[in-house]
């Protein structure tokens, strides 16, 4: 089953234990990069518009290594402003509809899914962050390179 595919059912399926069984059923690496991407606190990626772009024919399974070097270089500022643009215009021409909404909402940290982040540690124990301490920033614990 497709990542958005995945995703739609979880957001038609009513009840938390019910989204929890459906995430343990498809549990796989390409799920879990983009739960974590999309809902470890760690992660931020500094964009709020995005280009429009007119769909192509590409699922986002078949880049998902490539959306990984593209959000790790949203993450670490490497990429900002118009060139931060551009990554994701360049990133996203290729893909298909539904996976491009799905990379917006990735950048924009919510699926719409109609989960949330103790939904995906209760499915899948340790993949996300647990709430950092108070002062964090003391501790380089919670950097994500």
């Not at 009840?15 to 809902?39: C, E, F, M, P, Q």
């Not at 192509?56 to 949203?74: A, M, N, P, Q, Y």
């Not at 939904?119 to 380089?140: F, V």
């Amino acid at each position: 089953m497709k990542l958005t595919e995945i995703i739609n059912l979880i957001a038609e399926t009513p009840g938390k234990n019910d989204k929890v069984d459906i995430l343990v059923k498809y549990d796989s690496y390409n799920l879990r990069t983009i739960l974590r991407h999309a809902y470890d606190i760690r992660y931020v990626y500094g964009v709020k518009k995005f280009p429009n772009v007119i769909a192509g024919e590409v699922d986002l399974e078949d880049k998902i290594e490539e959306l990984e070097i593209l959000l790790k270089s949203l993450h670490n500022r490497t990429v900002t402003g118009n060139a931060a643009r551009d990554a994701i215009y360049n990133y996203t021409m290729f893909l298909n509809e539904e996976s491009q909404t799905l990379v917006k909402n990735i950048i924009l940290r919510d699926l719409r899914a109609g989960f949330s982040a103790g939904t995906i540690n209760k499915a899948m124990p340790g993949l996300l962050s647990e709430e950092p301490p108070y002062m964090r920033c003391l501790s380089g614990e919670w950097m994500v390179e």
